[in-house]
C-alpha cells in the first residue's frame, strides 16, 4: 500500500499564507469546520500549519466562524410558471 502524497508539499508550499482564503476554503467542509486529515490526505506537520492559518484567518474576519441561516436563501423550490390564460374578448354593441 503506497502512501499519497501530501497535496500542500506537492504545490511546493513552504509557508500556509492565512491571508489566502481561496486555498484555505479548500481545506474547510461546507459547515465552516476545519477538514480533518484522514479526508484531505495532509501531513500533520502541514494539518497543524493549516489549521492555525484557518483560525488566524478567522480571528482577523477573513473566513467566517459559522454561517448565518438567514443569509442562506431557502431550498430551491421547483416554480412551475404557467402560460397566462388569454380569455377571449367579447364585443358588444354598446347594448349593455
Known sequence: MSKTP?????LGM???????????????TKFNKIVPRYYSDVA???Q?????AIKRARYM??????LNPRDRAPAAAKIIVSTPVVTE????DGLI
Open 89 to 92: 374578448s367579447v364585443q358588444t
Open 14 to 28: 513552504k509557508h500556509i499564507d492565512y491571508k489566502d482564503t481561496v486555498f484555505l476554503r479548500k481545506y474547510i
Open 61 to 66: 474576519a477573513l473566513l467566517p466562524y459559522v
Open 44 to 46: 500533520l506537520k502541514n
Open 6 to 10: 501530501c497535496p500542500i508539499e506537492a
Open 48 to 52: 497543524r500549519k493549516l489549521a492555525q
